[in-house]
Protein backbone atom coordinates (compact mmCIF):
# COMPACT_ATOMS: atom_id res chain seq x y z
CA UNK A 1 0.00 0.00 0.00
CA UNK A 2 1.31 3.39 -1.18
CA UNK A 3 2.02 5.76 2.08
CA UNK A 4 -0.25 8.62 2.59
CA UNK A 5 0.43 11.82 2.09
CA UNK A 6 -1.12 14.70 4.12
CA UNK A 7 -1.12 17.52 2.18
CA UNK A 8 -2.84 15.98 -0.53
CA UNK A 9 -5.62 14.40 1.65
CA UNK A 10 -6.30 17.79 2.99
CA UNK A 11 -6.51 20.33 0.14
CA UNK A 12 -9.14 17.38 -1.22
CA UNK A 13 -11.35 17.70 2.24
CA UNK A 14 -11.24 21.41 1.57
CA UNK A 15 -12.36 21.26 -2.25
CA UNK A 16 -16.22 21.53 -2.56
CA UNK A 17 -16.46 22.39 -5.94
CA UNK A 18 -16.48 18.90 -7.95
CA UNK A 19 -14.80 18.91 -11.41
CA UNK A 20 -16.68 17.37 -14.39
CA UNK A 21 -16.14 13.63 -13.93
CA UNK A 22 -18.16 10.13 -12.72
CA UNK A 23 -17.37 9.61 -8.90
CA UNK A 24 -18.21 6.02 -8.62
CA UNK A 25 -19.26 5.93 -4.73
CA UNK A 26 -19.29 3.40 -2.11
CA UNK A 27 -22.17 3.37 0.27
CA UNK A 28 -22.89 1.34 3.75
CA UNK A 29 -23.86 -2.53 2.84
CA UNK A 30 -25.68 -2.12 6.08
CA UNK A 31 -24.55 -0.20 8.86
CA UNK A 32 -24.66 3.25 7.87
CA UNK A 33 -21.61 4.29 9.90
CA UNK A 34 -19.39 2.68 7.55
CA UNK A 35 -19.26 5.45 4.71
CA UNK A 36 -16.72 7.71 4.50
CA UNK A 37 -15.95 11.75 5.13
CA UNK A 38 -15.21 11.68 1.46
CA UNK A 39 -18.05 9.74 0.22
CA UNK A 40 -20.64 12.21 1.66
CA UNK A 41 -18.93 15.16 0.47
CA UNK A 42 -18.50 14.21 -3.03
CA UNK A 43 -22.76 13.16 -2.54
CA UNK A 44 -23.01 16.84 -0.87
CA UNK A 45 -21.95 18.26 -4.00
CA UNK A 46 -22.41 16.73 -7.00
CA UNK A 47 -24.60 17.84 -9.58
CA UNK A 48 -26.68 14.20 -10.22
CA UNK A 49 -26.51 11.14 -8.36
CA UNK A 50 -26.92 8.15 -10.90
CA UNK A 51 -28.57 5.68 -8.18
CA UNK A 52 -29.45 1.51 -8.90
CA UNK A 53 -33.05 2.84 -6.88
CA UNK A 54 -33.61 6.26 -5.62
CA UNK A 55 -35.80 5.53 -3.25
CA UNK A 56 -32.78 3.61 -1.43
CA UNK A 57 -30.38 6.33 -2.07
CA UNK A 58 -32.77 9.45 -0.85
CA UNK A 59 -32.99 6.93 2.47
CA UNK A 60 -29.40 7.29 2.53
CA UNK A 61 -29.00 10.56 1.50
CA UNK A 62 -32.06 12.18 4.27
CA UNK A 63 -30.24 9.73 7.02
CA UNK A 64 -27.25 12.67 6.21
CA UNK A 65 -29.45 15.53 5.31
CA UNK A 66 -28.20 15.85 1.97
CA UNK A 67 -30.80 16.94 -1.07
CA UNK A 68 -29.64 16.02 -4.26
CA UNK A 69 -30.85 15.55 -7.85
CA UNK A 70 -31.57 11.81 -8.53
CA UNK A 71 -31.44 9.67 -11.45
CA UNK A 72 -31.98 6.42 -11.67
CA UNK A 73 -29.37 3.96 -13.59
CA UNK A 74 -30.41 0.25 -13.07
CA UNK A 75 -30.46 -3.26 -14.74
CA UNK A 76 -33.18 -2.35 -17.03
CA UNK A 77 -31.89 1.08 -18.04
CA UNK A 78 -28.12 1.20 -17.72
CA UNK A 79 -27.22 1.05 -21.16
CA UNK A 80 -29.98 4.22 -21.94
CA UNK A 81 -29.00 5.82 -18.67
CA UNK A 82 -25.45 5.46 -19.98
CA UNK A 83 -25.75 8.39 -22.89
CA UNK A 84 -27.48 10.18 -20.42
CA UNK A 85 -24.44 10.40 -17.40
CA UNK A 86 -21.89 11.00 -20.53
CA UNK A 87 -24.03 13.58 -21.55
CA UNK A 88 -24.02 15.24 -18.17
CA UNK A 89 -20.32 14.77 -17.56
CA UNK A 90 -19.55 16.77 -21.19
CA UNK A 91 -22.16 19.37 -20.10
CA UNK A 92 -19.51 20.13 -17.27
CA UNK A 93 -21.63 18.27 -14.58
CA UNK A 94 -20.33 15.77 -11.50
CA UNK A 95 -21.93 12.98 -11.43
CA UNK A 96 -21.79 10.57 -8.46
CA UNK A 97 -22.66 6.48 -9.51
CA UNK A 98 -24.47 4.42 -6.03
CA UNK A 99 -25.80 0.95 -5.70
CA UNK A 100 -28.19 0.31 -3.22
CA UNK A 101 -25.49 -1.15 -0.85
CA UNK A 102 -21.34 -1.49 -1.39
CA UNK A 103 -19.52 -0.29 -4.06
CA UNK A 104 -21.10 0.05 -7.57
CA UNK A 105 -20.41 -1.87 -10.58
CA UNK A 106 -19.67 -5.25 -8.66
CA UNK A 107 -21.97 -7.58 -9.46
CA UNK A 108 -24.49 -4.61 -9.18
CA UNK A 109 -25.30 -2.07 -12.61
CA UNK A 110 -22.39 0.51 -13.08
CA UNK A 111 -20.02 -1.15 -15.04
CA UNK A 112 -21.78 -0.74 -18.17
CA UNK A 113 -21.79 3.50 -17.29
CA UNK A 114 -18.06 3.65 -16.27
CA UNK A 115 -17.32 1.84 -19.02
CA UNK A 116 -19.18 4.33 -21.49
CA UNK A 117 -17.59 7.44 -19.74
CA UNK A 118 -13.90 6.01 -20.22
CA UNK A 119 -15.14 5.64 -23.85
CA UNK A 120 -15.75 9.30 -23.91
CA UNK A 121 -12.44 9.86 -22.67
CA UNK A 122 -13.90 11.37 -19.92
CA UNK A 123 -12.61 11.09 -15.98
CA UNK A 124 -13.79 8.10 -13.52
CA UNK A 125 -12.83 8.89 -10.07
CA UNK A 126 -13.04 5.75 -7.85
CA UNK A 127 -14.43 6.75 -4.17
CA UNK A 128 -13.64 3.49 -1.93
CA UNK A 129 -15.38 2.25 0.97
CA UNK A 130 -17.61 -0.60 1.63
CA UNK A 131 -17.73 -4.22 -0.24
CA UNK A 132 -19.07 -7.02 0.76
CA UNK A 133 -16.67 -9.17 -1.04
CA UNK A 134 -13.48 -7.90 0.41
CA UNK A 135 -15.37 -7.83 3.93
CA UNK A 136 -15.93 -11.38 3.62
CA UNK A 137 -12.41 -12.63 2.30
CA UNK A 138 -11.08 -10.15 5.56
CA UNK A 139 -13.22 -12.09 7.90
CA UNK A 140 -12.97 -15.68 6.17
CA UNK A 141 -8.82 -15.70 6.88
CA UNK A 142 -8.78 -16.76 3.34
CA UNK A 143 -7.72 -14.00 1.49
CA UNK A 144 -3.92 -13.98 1.88
CA UNK A 145 -2.61 -15.39 -1.40
CA UNK A 146 -5.31 -14.28 -3.57
CA UNK A 147 -9.04 -15.09 -4.25
CA UNK A 148 -11.75 -15.78 -7.16
CA UNK A 149 -14.90 -13.13 -7.10
CA UNK A 150 -16.94 -15.43 -9.06
CA UNK A 151 -20.65 -13.49 -7.52
CA UNK A 152 -23.77 -14.51 -8.06
CA UNK A 153 -24.23 -18.31 -9.73
CA UNK A 154 -26.87 -19.05 -12.37
CA UNK A 155 -30.30 -19.15 -11.50
CA UNK A 156 -30.93 -22.20 -13.27
CA UNK A 157 -29.78 -25.79 -11.63
CA UNK A 158 -28.17 -27.33 -14.71
CA UNK A 159 -26.19 -24.06 -15.73
CA UNK A 160 -25.48 -23.42 -11.60
CA UNK A 161 -23.96 -26.89 -11.41
CA UNK A 162 -21.63 -26.24 -14.86
CA UNK A 163 -20.30 -23.11 -13.32
CA UNK A 164 -19.27 -24.55 -10.19
CA UNK A 165 -17.91 -27.71 -12.36
CA UNK A 166 -15.95 -25.50 -13.81
CA UNK A 167 -14.91 -23.95 -10.35
CA UNK A 168 -14.15 -26.99 -8.74
CA UNK A 169 -10.62 -27.29 -9.28
CA UNK A 170 -9.17 -24.01 -9.05
CA UNK A 171 -6.56 -24.25 -6.48
CA UNK A 172 -8.00 -20.86 -4.52
CA UNK A 173 -10.50 -19.11 -2.87
CA UNK A 174 -13.70 -18.68 -4.12
CA UNK A 175 -16.06 -16.15 -3.54
CA UNK A 176 -20.10 -16.41 -4.27
CA UNK A 177 -23.04 -13.89 -3.93
CA UNK A 178 -26.40 -15.73 -3.11
CA UNK A 179 -29.55 -14.82 -2.65
CA UNK A 180 -31.85 -16.20 0.59
CA UNK A 181 -34.34 -17.99 -1.33
CA UNK A 182 -32.09 -19.54 -3.72
CA UNK A 183 -29.05 -20.27 -0.52
CA UNK A 184 -30.03 -23.98 0.29
CA UNK A 185 -30.88 -25.35 -2.91
CA UNK A 186 -27.43 -23.64 -4.26
CA UNK A 187 -25.90 -24.74 -1.04
CA UNK A 188 -27.21 -28.05 -1.96
CA UNK A 189 -25.32 -28.01 -4.89
CA UNK A 190 -22.40 -26.58 -3.59
CA UNK A 191 -21.49 -29.52 -1.18
CA UNK A 192 -22.32 -31.88 -4.37
CA UNK A 193 -19.60 -30.07 -6.67
CA UNK A 194 -17.03 -29.59 -4.40
CA UNK A 195 -17.76 -32.36 -2.09
CA UNK A 196 -18.45 -32.66 1.96
CA UNK A 197 -14.85 -31.95 3.21
CA UNK A 198 -14.34 -28.41 1.48
CA UNK A 199 -14.62 -25.79 4.17
CA UNK A 200 -17.30 -22.56 3.49
CA UNK A 201 -17.76 -19.41 5.09
CA UNK A 202 -20.93 -18.31 5.30
CA UNK A 203 -21.24 -14.50 5.59
CA UNK A 204 -24.87 -13.55 6.57
CA UNK A 205 -26.31 -9.63 6.82
CA UNK A 206 -22.77 -8.56 7.11
CA UNK A 207 -22.37 -5.14 8.59
CA UNK A 208 -26.14 -5.95 9.74
CA UNK A 209 -27.54 -6.21 12.83
CA UNK A 210 -27.82 -9.98 12.56
CA UNK A 211 -24.65 -10.77 10.86
CA UNK A 212 -23.27 -13.97 10.75
CA UNK A 213 -20.05 -15.21 9.56
CA UNK A 214 -19.85 -19.09 10.10
CA UNK A 215 -17.27 -21.68 9.09
CA UNK A 216 -17.74 -25.01 8.67
CA UNK A 217 -17.55 -28.12 6.21
CA UNK A 218 -19.73 -28.24 3.47
CA UNK A 219 -21.41 -31.58 4.43
CA UNK A 220 -22.93 -29.40 7.51
CA UNK A 221 -23.26 -26.29 5.65
CA UNK A 222 -27.38 -27.33 4.49
CA UNK A 223 -28.20 -28.85 8.12
CA UNK A 224 -27.03 -25.54 9.64
CA UNK A 225 -29.07 -23.71 7.00
CA UNK A 226 -31.94 -25.63 7.61
CA UNK A 227 -31.93 -25.82 11.29
CA UNK A 228 -32.88 -22.46 11.38
CA UNK A 229 -35.20 -20.18 8.87
CA UNK A 230 -33.18 -17.45 9.81
CA UNK A 231 -30.49 -18.06 9.05
CA UNK A 232 -31.87 -18.19 5.42
CA UNK A 233 -32.68 -14.69 5.33
CA UNK A 234 -30.87 -11.72 4.03
CA UNK A 235 -28.15 -11.68 1.57
CA UNK A 236 -24.77 -14.11 1.57
CA UNK A 237 -21.51 -13.84 0.74
CA UNK A 238 -20.08 -17.31 0.67
CA UNK A 239 -16.14 -18.27 0.55
CA UNK A 240 -15.05 -21.51 -0.25
CA UNK A 241 -11.89 -22.69 1.23
CA UNK A 242 -8.25 -23.48 -0.87
CA UNK A 243 -8.70 -27.06 -1.49
CA UNK A 244 -5.85 -28.77 0.59
CA UNK A 245 -3.59 -31.61 -1.35
CA UNK A 246 -5.75 -34.36 -0.62
CA UNK A 247 -8.58 -32.43 -2.57
CA UNK A 248 -6.46 -31.42 -5.41
CA UNK A 249 -5.18 -34.36 -6.15
CA UNK A 250 -8.66 -36.24 -5.97
CA UNK A 251 -9.82 -33.69 -8.16
CA UNK A 252 -7.05 -34.21 -11.08
CA UNK A 253 -7.46 -38.30 -10.62
CA UNK A 254 -11.37 -37.51 -11.04
CA UNK A 255 -10.72 -35.54 -13.99
CA UNK A 256 -8.85 -38.13 -15.48
CA UNK A 257 -11.00 -40.72 -14.83
CA UNK A 258 -14.02 -38.72 -16.40
CA UNK A 259 -12.09 -37.85 -19.13
CA UNK A 260 -11.21 -41.59 -19.80
CA UNK A 261 -14.73 -42.67 -19.79
CA UNK A 262 -15.62 -40.15 -21.62
CA UNK A 263 -13.80 -40.82 -24.27
CA UNK A 264 -14.37 -45.00 -24.04
CA UNK A 265 -18.22 -43.65 -24.64
CA UNK A 266 -17.43 -41.83 -27.65
CA UNK A 267 -14.68 -44.36 -29.26
CA UNK A 268 -17.54 -46.81 -29.36
CA UNK A 269 -19.49 -44.81 -31.71
CA UNK A 270 -17.67 -42.11 -33.34
CA UNK A 271 -14.41 -41.97 -35.16
CA UNK A 272 -10.80 -41.13 -33.47
CA UNK A 273 -11.52 -36.86 -34.59
CA UNK A 274 -14.19 -36.50 -33.41
CA UNK A 275 -14.29 -38.11 -30.58
CA UNK A 276 -11.49 -36.25 -29.82
CA UNK A 277 -13.36 -32.85 -30.78
CA UNK A 278 -16.37 -33.97 -28.59
CA UNK A 279 -14.40 -34.88 -25.44
CA UNK A 280 -12.29 -31.94 -25.63
CA UNK A 281 -15.87 -29.50 -25.41
CA UNK A 282 -17.15 -31.76 -23.06
CA UNK A 283 -14.33 -31.52 -20.19
CA UNK A 284 -12.71 -29.18 -21.17
CA UNK A 285 -9.05 -30.98 -21.28
CA UNK A 286 -6.24 -30.10 -23.79
CA UNK A 287 -6.50 -31.18 -27.23
CA UNK A 288 -3.30 -32.88 -27.44
CA UNK A 289 -3.83 -34.82 -23.82
CA UNK A 290 -7.01 -36.26 -25.42
CA UNK A 291 -5.73 -37.16 -28.89
CA UNK A 292 -2.86 -38.58 -26.87
CA UNK A 293 -5.81 -41.16 -24.88
CA UNK A 294 -7.69 -41.32 -28.00
CA UNK A 295 -4.86 -43.17 -29.93
CA UNK A 296 -4.35 -45.43 -26.74
CA UNK A 297 -7.57 -46.49 -25.95
CA UNK A 298 -7.70 -47.16 -29.45
CA UNK A 299 -4.57 -49.45 -29.78
CA UNK A 300 -5.74 -51.08 -26.91
CA UNK A 301 -9.00 -51.88 -28.05
CA UNK A 302 -7.40 -52.84 -31.81
CA UNK A 303 -4.82 -55.36 -29.56
CA UNK A 304 -8.04 -56.49 -27.86
Not at 21 to 46: C, E, K
Not at 86 to 102: C, F, H
Not at 139 to 162: V, Y
Not at 251 to 261: C, F, P, Q, V
Request: with cysteine; glycine share 6%; charged share 20%.
Amino acid sequence: MPPMQNEGIESQEQEVKLEAALYVVATPIGNLRDISDRALNVLGHADVIAAEDTRNAQSLLGHYAIKARLIAVHDHNEQQAAGGVVKLITEGKSVALVTDAGTPAISDPGARVVAAVHAANLKVVPIPGASAVVAAVSASGEGEAGFLFHGFLPAKAGERKRALAALYALRYPVVLYESPHRIVESMTDIAAVFGASRQIVICREITKKFEIIKRLPLADAVGWLESDSNQQRGEFVLVLTKPNQDAANEAKELGAATLERTLRILLAELPVKQSVAMAVQLTGEKKNTVYDLALQIRDESAEG
